[in-house]
Nanobody, 124 residues
């Protein structure tokens, strides 16, 4: 299994921005679709966004379309989630995960390796 590490979470005011990063130290992410998920207290884990292994296809949950952007830099072995216009309902622990499936899966069951998560809190 890959060991993924997320970073970039924190406390931000509504309307603010954060950029999350997902990286792996011992293997390249080139062959994996990478997804971002989030889980708020008392709620199920939900898919936020996914980028294909080639980087030419992306998918977003309806709740974040137009506000979040996923990208990858294979030279840096890193996948990013740029989050703009943040809302209190975006508050959650955010996880990145890797999938060997083609395209842009976005169901947790399709991902075999997960990071430990990073907390994002949107509050005034």
């Amino acid at each position: 299994q890959l060991q993924l590490v997320e970073s970039g979470g924190g406390l931000v005011q509504p309307g603010g921005s954060l950029r999350l990063e997902c990286t792996a130290s011992e293997i390249t992410l080139d062959y994996y679709a990478i997804g971002w998920f989030r889980q708020a207290p008392g709620k199920e884990r939900e898919g936020v966004s996914c980028i294909s292994s080639s980087g030419d296809s992306t998918k977003y949950a309806d709740s974040v379309k137009g506000r979040f952007t996923i990208s990858r830099d294979d030279a840096k072995n890193t996948v990013y989630l740029q989050m703009n216009s943040l809302k209190p309902e975006d508050t959650a622990v955010y996880y990145c995960a890797a999938s060997r499936l083609w395209g842009t899966p976005l169901f947790p069951v399709d991902f075999g390796s997960w990071g430990q998560g990073t907390q994002v809190t949107v509050s005034s």
